[in-house]
């Protein structure tokens, strides 16, 4: 019966059995944590680490510092493009695919529900953008120049609107 009792006491002793093992653990616990400390002071401050941006750093830093907006003159008083010259250059290409769900250009059906909004409608429409078109105002073409592109879209789909003139030739009547 005593021997079960000294048994038990064997399993619940833990893994340092002798004052040497007791000496090897204290050092060991104290001098690994430092060794890895030094090592990672090592890496942080080696050179030999690329850094972001590090490849190009006069382009790196130039797109940091780049300005938030840009001016941009134009020639206010530069003839205004026609309808189709627009729609060439700004429209084409999802109108005449049919692309993210863009009416096609010549197709009455396409537009025959459009054109109920009339041509405000449709011009706002495309100034702010619609549906997947993205807004077409602010960009290479001024206002006007937008909605002679729309009366062109939409004149050609059977539509009844008046091209807009400038409005320096509307300001002179």
Not at 35 to 45: D, M, P, R
Not at 90 to 100: E, K, L, Y
Request: aromatic letters at 6%.
């Amino acid at each position: 019966m005593s021997d079960n009792s000294h048994d038990q006491h064997e399993a619940h002793t833990g893994p340092v059995k002798t004052p040497k093992q007791m000496l090897m653990v204290s050092v060991a616990s104290f001098v690994i944590p430092v060794f890895i400390i030094i090592g990672l002071v090592f890496y942080v401050t080696s050179d030999n680490k690329p850094a972001a941006g590090a490849v190009d750093m006069e382009k790196a830093t130039a797109q940091r510092i780049q300005k938030v907006g840009v001016v941009e003159v134009r020639d206010a008083n530069r003839p205004l493009k026609n309808g189709e010259e627009v729609y060439k250059a700004q429209c084409a290409a999802c109108h005449d695919s049919g692309a993210a769900g863009a009416p096609k250009y010549a197709v009455a059906a396409a537009w025959s529900s459009r054109l109920g909004l009339g041509l405000n409608g449709l011009v706002n429409s495309a100034l702010k953008g619609k549906g997947g078109m993205g807004a077409q105002g602010g960009g290479d073409f001024n206002d006007t120049e937008i909605a002679r592109a729309v009366v062109h879209l939409a004149n050609s789909a059977g539509g009844k609107f008046e091209v807009p003139k400038a409005p320096a030739a509307e300001a002179a009547k």
